[in-house]
């Protein structure tokens, strides 16, 4: 009698609320025994309790584990956003349900989503990785995509393209619901794979944002609340503020630093570094404190380096996600010579990326392309995989095995362990799963190397396609009305022209 009471309590509640539904799912931060999950539901009535939704999760020889959300946060007056931590659980496939109530299930699983082994075990894997999206893409990338089952996706940046330069959570939290709501977010989220995400500068702020973005602060707080990100480093850079000064005026708030992670799979560690929110502008002089990463952040960083390459790490490679072109003499880097400079240094002086390989895994550029070290800063391999759904540029070189710009881009990274050295192998594909370039680092072969143009030429050809593809955006985005009032406008010029024609026809006969 006791066990009833609960349960039928809990089936009345579920009976009760029949307006209730799941907006989206978004997965990520798999590790060994746990999995993060940002739910948007919605509810409407009185009747509807948002403390009943729960994640429930099943697997092979173990009993169905439910999770109440860590924290609901109200959205408005129907729809709340929930952060379950699904924890516990055992390396293997995983499925989960979304419910309302004990048997009022809302949302089941679709993709395959399976917890790796412990960190330090020999494991091979894959993973997807790429970036640069909006509302306008071609969905069809991200079905290639989930066809490959990857362990997770790694979204390098540029998950919309909304540019915002508002200082208000609720412009940018509309943003994100916008981008899930279109037929290409739909599409990501579809996939169902686990994300580690790392924002570029159209989706923290505006075209080429930094440190003084003026929704910088708005920001930075939209990511804590939507993305089901690994642990952030506040506490590790709260602890060195007496040491390091920061970028901005008073940022000891969690809110106001930086939101890089890393994790480890199997013996590979993921190093993903927010290259944004403590960036100095791109214009500014060109001195030694002038910074991509921060002071803080880039001493966090050096730390996982070496902690990494270290004898007892347990690690046999490091993938640094680092979202825009390391090897570019002009722009991007190329605007940091000083603190690149220290970063090669600073690998050297440690004697880094010898016993313990470091690559690259970059996004912005819409390219594929692949350097084996022999152009890069650092010697360091750089794999690039962009864009998801945006018109195709080149970035930087010169890239050793070539560059290939286009839309409907990804990359995929194979990662063989033989418990003695981890290999990496780089596929750069379209999504219609061609492979347009591919290099191992294990057994590398000769390729075809791309030397970009000069200076000038490339800067004129940036400013034509951005031009070309605003004027195809905003035209993407007019309103019938709009489309109506501009063919009437043609159509009167047109007709304007074809009367004064005639005209002047007509005096040409008289005379």
């Known amino acids: 009698m006791r066990n009833f009471l609960p349960i039928a309590i809990a089936a009345a509640t579920s009976f009760a609320c029949q307006d209730v539904s799941v907006n989206w799912v978004w997965t990520g931060a798999i590790t060994n025994s746990s999995l993060r999950l940002r739910v948007s539901a919605s509810m409407g009535g009185e009747e509807c309790d ?26 408005s007056e129907s729809v709340y956003l929930y952060d379950f931590h699904a924890q516990e659980l055992a390396s293997g496939p995983v499925q989960y349900e979304i419910r309302y109530g004990p048997n009022k299930t809302l949302r089941s699983q679709t993709g395959k989503i399976t917890i790796p082994t412990a960190p330090g075990t020999p494991m091979s894997f ?20 989930a066809q490959h089952e990857p362990l997770f996706f790694v979204h390098m940046g540029d998950l919309h393209y909304d540019n915002l330069v508002v200082n208000d959570v609720n412009v940018f939290r509309a943003s994100y619901e916008r981008m899930f709501a279109s037929p290409a977010g739909q599409a990501m989220l579809g996939m169902d794979l686990p994300m580690a995400y790392m924002w570029d500068d159209h989706d923290y702020g505006p075209d080429n944002s930094d440190s003084t973005a ?41 809110e106001d630093l930086p939101i890089q992670q890393a994790f480890t799979v199997g013996r590979v560690r993921f190093i993903l570094t927010d290259l944004r929110s403590q960036r100095t502008p791109n214009e500014a002089e060109n001195i030694p404190s002038k910074t991509v990463l921060g002071p803080k952040q880039k001493a966090w960083f050096k730390n996982e380096l070496l902690h990494a390459s270290g004898k007892d790490s347990g690690i046999g490679l490091i993938v640094w996600v680092n979202t825009m072109p390391w090897l570019d003499d ?92 981890v290999c990496a192998r780089y596929s750069g594909r379209n999504d219609n799963d061609k492979e347009l370039i591919g290099y191992d680092i294990c057994n590398p072969q000769p390729g075809t190397t791309y030397h970009p143009p000069p200076v000038f030429v490339r800067k004129m050809t940036r400013m034509w396609r951005k031009a070309r593809s605003r004027m195809i955006t905003k035209w993407l985005h007019l309103t019938t009305l709009e489309i109506v009032t501009i063919g009437g406008i043609v159509i009167a010029i047109i007709a304007l022209i074809l009367r004064r024609f005639r ?9």
């Not at 005209?503 to 005379?511: A, I, T, W």
């Open 50 to 75: 948002p403390n009943a939704l729960k994640l429930f999760v099943s697997q092979e020889m173990t009993e169905i584990k439910s999770f109440n959300g860590l924290n609901v946060q109200k959205m």
């Open 126 to 145: 894959h993973v997807a990785f790429s970036s640069c999206a909006d509302e306008d893409s071609d969905p069809k990338v991200f079905g290639t995509i």
């Open 214 to 254: 003026p929704g910088r602060e708005a920001s930075l707080q939209a990511y804590r609340e939507y993305v089901p990100h690994y642990p952030l480093q506040d506490k590790y850079l709260l602890t060195i503020n007496s040491i390091l000064t920061i970028g901005r005026p008073g940022a000891t708030n969690p």
């Open 330 to 421: 002009e722009r991007k880097w190329g605007h940091f010579k000083h603190e690149q400079t220290e970063l090669v240094e600073f690998i050297k002086e440690n004697n880094l990326n010898t016993k313990v390989p470091i690559i690259i895994a970059s996004g912005d550029a819409h390219m594929l392309a692949a350097d084996d070290g022999t152009y890069s800063p650092g010697n360091l391999p750089i794999f690039h995989a962009a864009a998801l759904g945006r018109p195709g540029s080149i970035k930087g070189g010169p890239y050793s095995h070539g560059a290939i710009p286009g839309s409907g881009h990804f990359g995929l990274l194979h990662f063989e362990d033989d418990g003695n050295r």
């Open 503 to 511: 005209s002047s026809k007509q005096e040409k006969k008289r005379d």
